[in-house]
């Protein structure tokens, strides 16, 4: 694997944890499948740099898609058994990233594929920041609304 960021000579696969470090948000079911995601994509835009054939490409595309389309699913389950309240919007922009992935079928220039791996890395670091916070500042809000509800009752 290459990274822009990495001189290829020292690369280890380590590294692709240590940059990633950065877009945990401690989730332990969307980390995994986003740290997932992004080797894949990374190991398309090296097999474009290192001059994989179109079909072996657009097959590892495909593997990738599919795996895109699992962790909508995942994060759709978890926004609505949360009642988060982006939910809808969210969705449109994970459809949104489907579509990107899906077009490295036609660009298999590896600074196209390197753009749809930061966009990925953006939407993670705003978007999934911001709904995994709002869930967690969510749960916490009602185990407070709980134990004041416990609390008051037994001062009775």
Do not use: W
Not at 78 to 92: A, G
């Amino acid at each position: 694997m290459n990274y822009p960021h990495i001189p290829a000579d020292s690369f280890d696969d380590s590294i692709v944890k240590d940059v990633f470090q950065h877009y945990i948000l401690h989730h332990t079911i969307i980390d995994q499948q986003h740290l997932e995601i992004y080797t894949d994509l990374c190991n398309i835009r090296d097999a474009a740099i290192d001059g994989y054939t179109d079909s072996e490409i657009d097959m590892m595309v495909d593997r990738v898609v599919e795996r895109v389309k699992t962790h909508v699913a995942t994060e759709a389950r978890i926004m609505i058994s949360e009642n988060y309240e982006y939910t809808d919007s969210h969705l449109v922009s994970n459809g949104a990233h489907v579509k990107d992935i899906q077009s490295i079928k036609s660009n298999h220039d590896p600074a196209y594929i390197t753009f749809i791996i930061n966009e990925f890395l953006n939407h993670i670091d705003y978007a999934d920041r911001i709904m995994v916070n709002a869930i967690r500042k969510d749960r916490t809000r009602r185990k407070e609304d709980t134990h004041v509800v416990e609390t008051s009752s037994m001062d009775y």
